[in-house]
């Protein structure tokens, strides 16, 4: 068994919900010991049983009211032994209690003070409430995954909260790793919505199509046309494919034409609003199928034509498997009606048995349940419970702390407040 890297690392945790806690949790699998502080009616999160307790094991509790003087002073008298100070408070509240980085670093200069809030600490949208939709929102993530009436749509999961909690763990350590060679505490201001925005922007900017090199992608498009323009006896695939009429048609002065024009008339074209739409779902073999059980699973082939030959291959759709990436996006809609047919033959477990090869990216699609009982999954938990990190840790039989559980042992007698 490993030790634990932050075994002797203490963390005051005042915050309560979903961004701070699922951070101080990770902090907790490390080896630190995390003192969660609640109000006297406890955390807000504690009416979602199942939850409070995945996001708070292995932690302690104290209870206090920071609303009184005598409380306070036992928080201040903690300080000195404190490591990590973690708050999800709107900006301004802990100032109120007098807790602000200003007067904790006033008490331990090395202590690590990181605020989790929607906005940051600055700004005209600090005092602003919001919650991870808000986020999403505001971030662009939600315009992103707009559906096919041009309305824009959250994710299930909350991953401006997620999102933020990771961020505060890379800063933390690497706050932590400056501390060790000479530094001192450090302010760190996690901010929501700055986080999901870096998510949307990098994959917006990244996926959009001005931005990628086409060059390539249209001499091999060329070269291919040029080859099924006169296809042999045997290769059907233009006669399976139905290419779009403006492809299938063309003479050779056009396409070439029209390949020159691709990459700057781009933007305005159906081709951009789609890919802005979708993004890596406008192609026709990167999405979600319906076997003939009513079961599905997922087909991931990007731009990669060694796993689209290969998943051509194994699902006798061989005219198919010499098109290059550039002809199967353009061609993306009849492709797709290919491949739902062609999924809609055999049932999931048919497609696994004819699909588990290592060469193509598919996997079933799972409920979260489903998922715990793979056996994959199974021993990547099993492996990473010993391992430096255990991101599983929310599994182990540990009980979350009850509320104020914890009070007896961390304020001791002789204490000095």
């Not at 933007?267 to 993004?279: C, F």
């Not at 406008?282 to 009513?294: A, Q, R």
């Not at 079961?295 to 051509?312: G, K, M, N, P, T």
């Not at 009606?337 to 999924?343: D, E, K, S, Y």
Request: aromatic letters at 10%; proline letters at 5%.
């Amino acid at each position: 068994m490993l030790e634990m890297p932050l075994k002797g690392i203490r963390v005051l945790d005042f915050s309560q919900n979903l961004p701070g806690p699922y951070a101080t949790m990770i902090l907790a699998s490390l080896g630190a010991e995390v003192i969660k502080v609640e109000p006297p009616k406890g955390d807000a999160s504690r009416y979602l049983r199942k939850l409070f307790e995945m996001l708070n094991k292995g932690k302690k509790s104290i209870s206090v009211d920071l609303k009184q003087e005598s409380d306070r002073l036992k928080i201040k008298a903690l300080l000195a032994d404190i490591d990590i100070l973690v708050e999800g408070f709107r900006p301004g509240t802990m100032g109120k209690f007098g807790l602000d980085a200003t007067s904790v670093h006033d008490e331990n200069s090395n202590i690590i003070y990181c605020s989790i809030s929607g906005f940051g600490q600055k700004g005209n949208y600090a005092q602003f409430p919001s919650h991870d939709l808000n986020l999403q929102a505001l971030s662009g993530a939600a315009y992103m995954a707009r559906n096919e009436q041009d309305e824009p749509m959250s994710h299930a999961i909350p991953i401006a909260d997620f999102s933020s909690s990771m961020t505060a763990i890379t800063a933390i350590l690497a706050a932590l790793y400056q501390r060790e060679k000479g530094g001192s505490g450090v302010v760190l201001d996690i901010s929501l919505s700055e986080t999901l925005f870096s998510w949307a922007y990098i994959w917006s900017e990244g996926l959009s199509p001005q931005n990628i090199p086409l060059k390539q992608l249209k001499k091999r498009l060329n070269l291919w046309l040029k080859e099924k323009r006169n296809p042999s006896k045997n290769d059907k695939t233009k006669q399976l494919l139905r290419l779009p009429t403006f492809l299938r048609n063309m003479e050779e002065t056009a396409i070439s034409k029209f390949l020159d024009q691709l990459e700057s008339g781009i933007q305005n074209s159906k081709i951009y609003n789609k890919i802005s739409r979708l993004g890596l779902h406008s192609l026709p073999h990167y999405n979600i199928f319906k076997t003939k059980d009513g079961r599905y699973l997922s087909l991931a082939v990007v731009d990669e034509d060694r796993f689209w030959r290969a998943f051509c291959e194994k699902a006798n759709l061989k005219p198919f498997a010499s098109i290059p990436f550039l002809g199967r996006f353009l061609a993306a809609t009849p492709l797709h009606t290919v491949l739902v047919r062609t999924f809609r033959k055999k049932t999931l477990a048919q497609w696994i048995k004819t699909l588990d090869v290592e060469d193509i990216p598919f996997t079933p699609v799972f409920s979260p349940q489903e998922a715990l009982e793979n056996e994959q999954l199974q021993l990547q938990i099993k492996n990473n419970m010993n391992s430096i990190l255990p991101l599983f840790s929310f599994l182990e039989d540990l009980k979350a702390p009850k509320i104020g559980e914890h009070n007896d042992i961390i304020f001791v007698d002789d204490i000095r407040y």
